[in-house]
């Protein structure tokens, strides 16, 4: 049997694409599919124009469309990021025969255009060291590159509050300030994967206050280690942390980014939570915690075992 040919399509950035290249590679090539990857200017702009034959049964664009590939594939597939999809690129998705969603908020979005979308959920890695048992009592703040990590807000709060235990924030350089509190450890150096894995598995709590998510690789990564993660009760994020798993805190104000929307966090609901949080007794922690680490297996599950399946299921359309 012809295995079908799956052409994924994205921009490199070092970050959350990269790993969305690597795991909807690894889950289509496992499930026997036949998957190339290609850098989204990877072939002339002409080409949209001067297609010839049609080389894939798919092409998979990641976060946004670039049209020169439209007539390489017999069929164009979008899993998009809303909050970077931006509505001057609405025309495109015209040429795009099915939307897969990661999460429901963006399936709303996409739908009520009047688009044919497909729930499909999505993955990261799964970063648990056994070896470690969480410290429910110590924070962990990963900015990375990202400005939209709702990083100031948590350490004004760390600075109003000296007697918090310490603060763990890791943030590149450029986005950095230039003094923290001193109950803030702020490591900007480049620090290897292992090290990071470390601060996962070793911090109970992390504070994943984001503004927007078109995934949230950092939330679920932290809830592949057991943390008890706290983000912002706002979609897609409080699609993954829940009060069963997590500690969703309110937003108190909003403003649309592009198809999505930025929500910034509460600062005196976050204070609260993290008040009531130092005071939580530790089995209530760790039942949390357990319970983050239960939902990440049975979404990974359900993820690799979904995109086979719809794609399959176009094919037979």
């Excluded at 497909?118 to 900015?143: G, M, N, R, V, W």
């Excluded at 409080?238 to 009060?243: D, F, G």
């Excluded at 600062?267 to 939902?295: C, F, N, S, V, Y």
Aim: proline share 6%; aromatic share 8%.
């Amino acid at each position: 049997m012809t295995r079908r040919k799956i052409n994924i399509i994205a921009r490199t950035n070092g970050v959350g694409l990269d790993r969305d290249v690597d795991l909807i590679h690894s889950t289509l090539e496992t499930a026997g599919f036949d998957v190339t990857v290609s850098h989204c200017r990877g072939i002339s702009p002409l080409k949209r124009y001067l297609p010839g034959k049609s080389r894939f049964d798919y092409n998979i664009f990641l976060e946004r469309v670039f049209p020169r590939w439209f007539g390489t594939a017999k069929q164009n597939l979008i899993i998009p990021n809303q909050e970077r999809f931006p509505r001057r690129h609405l025309k495109h998705l015209d040429h795009i025969d099915h939307i897969l969603c990661k999460s429901r908020h963006a399936e709303e979005i996409f739908n009520g255009l009047g688009y044919s979308t497909q729930f499909i959920s999505f993955t990261s890695s799964d970063l648990l060291d056994e070896s470690i048992k969480p410290d429910y009592q110590s924070f962990f703040h990963l900015a990375g590159r990202s400005t939209l990590k709702g990083t100031e807000t948590i350490i004004e709060l760390w600075a109003k509050h000296p007697e918090w235990p310490t603060l763990t924030i890791v943030q590149c350089a450029e986005n950095a300030p230039d003094a923290v509190p001193e109950n803030v450890n702020l490591i900007t150096d480049y620090i290897p994967h292992e090290e990071i894995k470390k601060h996962l598995n070793t911090h109970g709590i992390h504070l994943c206050t984001s503004l927007s998510e078109g995934w949230g690789h950092y939330i679920v990564e932290a809830m592949s280690c057991q943390a008890i993660v706290v983000t912002t009760d706002a979609p897609p994020m409080n699609e993954l942390v829940t009060p069963a798993r997590g500690v969703p805190v309110p937003y108190h104000r909003s403003e649309p980014r592009h198809m999505g929307t930025n929500f910034m966090i509460d600062p005196d609901k976050l204070e609260k939570t993290i008040q009531e949080l130092l005071l939580m007794p530790a089995e209530k922690k760790k039942h949390l915690g357990e319970k983050a680490r239960a939902w990440f297996l049975e979404n990974d599950a359900y993820f690799r075992k979904t995109l086979p399946l719809v794609i399959s299921d176009l094919s037979s359309r």
